[in-house]
């Protein structure tokens, strides 16, 4: 399931990108926006509902292997090269599968949550989920950039065609 979803959906996706967007910079993107989305749920619980210092300092150290897991993946990224194989689409292969069924999780335990803590935990699931989307574009294969002809030169093409020289 984790190579069907990564091969026919997300490379696709991946591959009608424009030029200037790789599939690596928008996981990185995303990745950091899962960290965001998940700092603001901390944040959220711990100042308006005055969480246990003991259930605060599991939240932070879960955060931070959050933190260390998006500074591991931006300091091997280099190793992604453009026409070769994708380093990550097999050294994610475990994270993946697990990733989406925590996400899963953690989406149907925010829906169904009394309505104080529904707000913090959707920024949490909604973190998570960020977090998958990132995972699979940073897994997908970079392609070289589709060679350009000009606009120019195309109609001149369609002009001497028409006219039969």
């Known amino acids: 399931m984790?190579?069907?979803?990564?091969?026919?959906?997300?490379?696709?996706?991946?591959?009608?990108?424009?030029?200037?967007?790789?599939?690596?910079?928008?996981?990185?993107?995303?990745?950091?926006?899962?960290?965001?989305?998940s700092a603001a749920c901390l944040l959220l619980l711990l100042i308006f509902f005055k969480m246990?210092?003991?259930?605060a300092l599991i939240i932070i150290a879960i955060w931070c292997f959050g933190l260390f897991f998006y500074i591991?993946?931006?300091?091997?990224h280099q190793m992604v090269k453009i026409g070769t194989p994708n380093p990550f689409r097999f050294?994610?292969?475990?994270?993946?599968?697990i990733s989406i069924a925590l996400s899963t999780y953690d989406l149907w335990r925010s829906l169904t949550i009394?309505?104080?803590?529904?707000?913090?935990?959707?920024?949490?699931?909604?973190?998570?989920v960020v977090f998958v989307l990132g995972l699979y574009f940073i897994s997908c294969q970079l392609n070289p950039?589709?060679?350009?002809?000009?606009?120019?030169?195309?109609?001149?093409?369609?002009?001497?065609?028409?006219?039969?020289?």
């Open 91 to 97: 050294m994610l292969l475990g994270i993946r599968p």
């Open 114 to 128: 009394p309505f104080p803590l529904c707000f913090p935990l959707f920024l949490n699931g909604l973190g998570s």
């Open 52 to 55: 246990e210092l003991i259930t």
């Open 145 to 165: 950039p589709k060679k350009r002809t000009s606009y120019k030169i195309s109609l001149k093409k369609k002009v001497n065609a028409s006219l039969g020289t």
């Open 72 to 76: 591991g993946i931006c300091r091997v």
């Open 2 to 37: 984790d190579l069907w979803l990564l091969d026919r959906v997300f490379q696709p996706v991946a591959d009608r990108l424009p030029e200037r967007f790789s599939a690596l910079s928008i996981g990185m993107n995303l990745q950091l926006g899962a960290l965001f989305f």
